[in-house]
Every structure is written in C-alpha cells, then in structure tokens.
C-alpha cells in the first residue's frame, strides 16, 4: 500500500511506528516514553493514545511491521535450485544477507523475550505460519524423493533454528571472535543442516563375505 491510498489516519499510524522503532532501538523500550514516540511522530499526545491505548500496544505494532518474515519469506520463495540442496543454500543465503540490512531486528527481538516475555510473539507465529507452511509444503512437493519423511511442521522449525542459530553467532560473537570462527561459516551451517556432523560409517567387508 502506497502512501497515496493510505488514509489520513493510517498514515499517523503508520508515522507513530516507525518513530517508536527508531525510538526503541535507540534508547530501549523503557527509556522511551509515550510523549517522546508523540513528539518524534510530530503529533500531539492525545493524538497518539487516538491510536494506541499503551506503549505495550505501540511495541507490538512495531514488533510485527519491523519483523523480517515480510521480506525473507518472498526471497526464499524465489530462490532457485535444480534440486534441494541447491534451493537451501540459495534460500539461506538470501535470508542472511536479507538480514544483515536489518541489525534493529536484535533489538527488538530481545526487548520481546526479557521484557515481554515472547508474549507477542504467539501471535506473530499465527500471522507467519499460513504463509510459512505453504512455502513448505510446496518445497517438500518440488523435493519430495530428495526429502526424508519429516513432518513439515518439523521441517519448518529446523529450518528457523538454523537461521536464528546462524544470525545469533554472527551478530554477537563473530565480531570479536577469532578469524578461524568465521571462515565459511554460512558453508559450513547450510552443509551440516544438509549432511550432518558425522563421517559417513565405512562399510564392514566382512559382511560383504
């Protein structure tokens, strides 16, 4: 939706979010008041609780607008791959560039887990999961004789742990870590996902007597 077809209302809604992001991610969910998402919106306060009744409510509209899936969930759709692994490097290798541009995502992610205690993101989930599962299940049709039998909701919660375990190493420890702890990391994240840890067992030749 453009600005142009957003109503008056929705477009001062739409300005108090993005001022409360910017607002959150400098200062923290605590050390942002209402009158300041108001002021740095440009409009009065009274104009702001017309929208929203708490700060808690004005966090969660900005925590489901900022998050990600928006733009994560069209670029693995339009990876391209002759066969699965092909697809989920390409896929993986989207999301965390897609990431990269998005280092406010922490913030927000952490001020939902200690001060809101994922409250929120029940919610979130039920708004991703239609879109999630289809893109899913159109994987696990395309791929089906590459695919082990796994449930594809299981299929889809390996795939976000993947992710998240990848984006959270990245951000906070591979700064400061050794080179050695960067090095091929998103090669080597995607290949054990595919493969797993261990070497292939080596067949027993007395068996073969």
């Known amino acids: 939706m453009t600005d142009e077809t957003l109503s008056r209302g929705e477009r001062t809604r739409s300005e108090i979010i993005q001022a409360a992001h910017d607002l959150f991610i400098q200062q923290g969910y605590h050390g942002t008041s209402m009158r300041q998402i108001a002021a740095q919106a440009g409009i009065a306060l009274g104009g702001l609780y017309n929208h929203f009744e708490s700060k808690e409510q004005v966090f969660k509209a900005v925590f489901i ?12 759709a339009d990876a391209q791959g002759n ?26 992610m952490f001020i939902e887990i200690v001060e809101f205690k994922s409250i929120h ?22 791929h089906q004789a590459q695919l082990r039998p796994i449930p594809p909701f299981m299929l889809m919660r390996i795939f976000i742990g993947l992710f998240f375990a990848y984006y959270l190493t990245e951000t906070i420890i591979a700064a400061q870590a050794p080179e050695e702890f960067r090095m091929g990391a998103e090669e080597y994240f995607v290949d054990l996902v595919l493969h797993g840890i261990l070497a292939k067992p080596v067949p027993d030749r007395t068996e073969a007597l």
């Open 65 to 76: 607008e900022y998050h990600p899936y928006r733009e994560v969930l069209p670029l693995i």
């Open 83 to 108: 066969n699965i692994e092909q697809f989920l490097r390409a896929s993986i290798h989207r999301m965390i560039v897609a990431m990269q541009q998005r280092p406010d995502f922490m913030n927000l």
């Open 121 to 142: 993101i029940q919610e979130l989930f039920n708004l991703i999961m239609p879109q999630a599962m289809q893109l899913i299940n159109t994987v696990v049709r395309t």
